[in-house]
């Protein structure tokens, strides 16, 4: 998370839902994982961008990519500013391992990305 990165948490319940980055006179939106969302835009818009986005999207089934190149289905377990953790897709199964994986941040789609469907 870069230094100049200006934590944004949604009106309604205080929820962080991402940053806005200072770039030539306006702001990018940049998601939990640290993905932008936005060109440069004014305050308003990142704002309102992060605001709809929410943090619905972490909720979704993903992919990360492994060391041989593969590719597994995860779950984003947790995620803090500077961390991203998820574990792999037990499908609810109580009783499997619990497998997790630290990811770099910013998460890169190379990296982790939603699970086609």
Known sequence: MD???IEHRRADDGERVGWMKPVDGGFVAIDLLGR????????????ETLDE????????????RLDDGGWLRVRIAEVAPGTVRVK????????????????DFPVSEGQLRPLKR
């Open 36 to 47: 932008p969302r936005t060109e440069a835009v004014d305050w308003l818009s990142a704002e």
């Open 88 to 103: 792999k897709d037990d499908w609810g199964d109580m009783t499997a391992p619990q497998i997790f994986y630290t990811v």
């Open 3 to 5: 230094a100049d990165w």
């Open 53 to 64: 986005l929410g943090l619905r999207y972490l909720a979704e089934p993903h992919e990360l």
